[in-house]
């Protein structure tokens, strides 16, 4: 069953092995196991529900089923969840099964006067499907049931499929025909198809499948306005692209049903390489070079030395590590290496090639391919999320950010970002340990995605005070720079106050008027994406 507090399956009891404890102490200081609330405890504090209608067929009132469905993955939502000070739940949760359930439920809340939530797989990570506190009442509409493949036209490459669906249950259908979707997000196993569009996403090979704006060909969304059907154009000059307006709609706009994916052919080969770089500057030279020469790969990922430590004291294989390290340097390498991966997927001679060229341009760079440790992350790709649970348990605090910035300014953005979270605890007299990746790179710049550790506090709401500390102070960082404020989590709540900055007043006014057509009641997830109602 999935855990009601956390990432992934409840049975799953990935724990911080002895070296990456070490680590953390060494880098942070012992951590203090919090106590948790009980399922029991916190589903005892659920108000009754303010929803008259409470008993249509559509809706369940459960108080078990309001607390699973009240929050997501963000921080607060899981210092929210663990400490079981929730706030606010669902006074109901819907969960439509066709397009007409979808319909019936938007008349639902229009006639009784309440906000609707649309909730995918609950993985955001911004405070997309969050309840907050409300004067009327929330429905979460929970839509795992529209989930079927319900189309696909094989010789276009385009597959129909219900926005519920998850990737796990997806890939299987289309393999079946030859066929995959290429986007694959590290939420994976949790995430929905229409998450994935509403939020704007990127998967771990956007390298070389592209981001999800290029895989989403079009599709229905049933808003409270009414419905718009989006036909796949392979392009199209007719005005403005509204497909693009559904995307990082973020539930403001209406729900999307029925999602048309572009897919691609399932590879004849695919293979991830690991290098080791002499140092960062040389490490972004190469990747910059490799993106700028489109060298055909489908992943590159680029991590900072803290990083390329990191991984390897978490990786909890010491015997390994130690002959990785004699290997490095008996080739004369800097301590301060950095971890390169490379991957390559589509017809084997085009890999191969592609493979070959990155080859020699890494050699050019001073580059070391290190031997079985790209197999092991790619086997395990998937894994790194439930690291989060364990850290929690083991008294440790940890959230990742990503933001975006031209080439030209990748250097001074790093430096400011990890300096502004490394110092934002010293109130308290704590540190952060930062570090970062470079994981989505264009030939114009990079995305960067950064990951922070703190301890945790003994009181849950200074510990959720630590977290926005942090946040305030790497978000204040990236406005200011001048760089995005989310390259692939969304804007949710969390990031709302800076999208203002990003987009412009005219720009704020043109979306605010758009959210006002698709939903004039002004129905759909409040304060997602605009701070308010309508913005
Ligand atoms: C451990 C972890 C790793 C992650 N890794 C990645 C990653 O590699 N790449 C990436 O892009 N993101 C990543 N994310 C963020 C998140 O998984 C993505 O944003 C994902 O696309 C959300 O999908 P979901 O189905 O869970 O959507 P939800 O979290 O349920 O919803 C996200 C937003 O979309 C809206 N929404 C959802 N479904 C619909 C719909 N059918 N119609 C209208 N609105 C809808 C919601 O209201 C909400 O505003 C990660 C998150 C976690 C927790």
Redesign the pocket.
């Known amino acids: 069953m999935r855990r009601w507090n956390g990432?992934g399956d409840e049975a799953d009891d990935t724990h911080v092995g002895s070296s990456g404890r070490r680590y953390l102490s060494k880098t942070l200081g012992p951590g203090t196991p919090p106590r948790d609330a009980t399922l029991a405890q916190v589903v005892a504090t659920v108000p009754p529900t303010r929803l008259a209608d409470g008993d249509d067929p559509l809706l369940s009132t459960d108080p078990e089923l309001r607390v699973r469905r009240a929050r997501?993955?963000s921080f607060p939502d899981l210092v929210a969840l663990r400490s079981g000070r929730l706030e606010a739940v669902p006074d109901a949760v819907a969960r439509p099964a066709t397009n007409a359930d979808v319909r019936r439920v938007i008349d639902i809340a229009r006639e009784h006067a309440s906000r609707l939530?649309?909730?995918?797989?609950?993985?955001?990570?911004?405070g997309?499907?969050s309840a907050r506190p409300s004067q009327d009442p929330l429905i979460t509409v929970d839509?795992a049931g529209?989930n079927t493949v319900s189309r696909v036209d094989e010789r276009s490459g385009l597959a129909t499929v219900g926005?519920?669906i998850?990737g796990p249950d997806l890939a299987p259908e289309l393999a079946a025909r030859g066929l995959t979707i290429g986007h694959?997000?590290?939420?994976w196993e949790?995430?929905?198809?229409?998450?994935?569009?509403?939020?704007?996403?990127?998967?771990?090979k956007s390298l070389g499948m592209g981001r999800?704006e290029q895989l989403y060909a079009g599709g229905t969304?049933e808003a409270p306005a009414g419905a718009m059907d989006m036909a796949p154009y392979p392009a199209s000059a007719a005005g403005p692209d509204l497909r693009q307006l559904v995307l990082g709609?973020?539930?403001?706009?209406?729900?999307?049903?029925d999602v048309i994916l572009r897919t691609t052919p399932l590879p004849e080969a695919e293979r991830m390489e690991a290098w080791a770089l002499p140092g960062w500057g040389e490490g972004q030279e190469a990747v910059r070079e490799l993106v700028q020469a489109r060298a055909g790969l489908s992943l590159l990922r680029l991590s900072t030395p803290a990083e390329t430590q990191t991984l390897l004291a978490f990786a909890d294989r010491p015997s390994q590590t130690r002959l990785l390290t004699t290997y490095l340097r008996v080739r004369r390498r800097p301590s301060d290496w950095v971890l390169l991966l490379v991957g390559v997927s589509g017809r084997r001679r085009i890999a191969s090639a592609a493979a070959a060229e990155a080859a020699s341009v890494l050699r050019r760079h001073h580059g070391t391919k290190i031997p079985s440790l790209a197999s092991t992350w790619y086997r395990t790709r998937f894994r790194?999320?439930y690291l989060?649970n364990a850290l929690w348990a083991a008294g440790y605090g940890s959230d990742t950010l990503e933001t975006a910035t031209d080439w030209s300014h990748v250097p001074l953005l790093l430096a400011r970002l990890e300096a502004s979270l490394a110092g934002a605890l010293a109130p308290w007299g704590e540190r952060a340990h930062v570090f970062t990746h470079l994981s989505h790179v264009y030939p114009s710049g990079s995305s960067l995605y950064v990951t922070y550790l703190f301890r945790l506090a003994t009181d849950p709401d200074e510990t959720l005070a630590r977290w926005q500390a942090l946040k305030r102070a790497a978000s204040d960082t990236i406005s200011t720079e001048g760089a995005t404020i989310t390259h692939?989590?969304?804007v949710?709540t969390d990031h709302a106050p800076y999208l203002a900055a990003e987009k412009g007043p005219l720009g704020m006014a043109a979306l605010q008027s758009i959210v006002r057509t698709f939903d004039p009641e002004g129905l759909m997830?409040p304060g997602?994406?605009l701070s308010n109602r309508h913005g």
């Open positions: 990432w997501g993955q939530i649309p909730y995918g797989g609950g993985t955001s990570v911004v997309g499907v839509l529209l926005a519920g998850t694959e997000p590290q939420s949790l995430a929905t198809v229409g998450g994935w569009v509403a939020a704007r996403g990127s998967g771990l999800i969304l709609s973020e539930g403001r706009l209406g729900f999307l049903t790194s999320p989060r692939h989590h969304g949710g997830n997602v994406l």
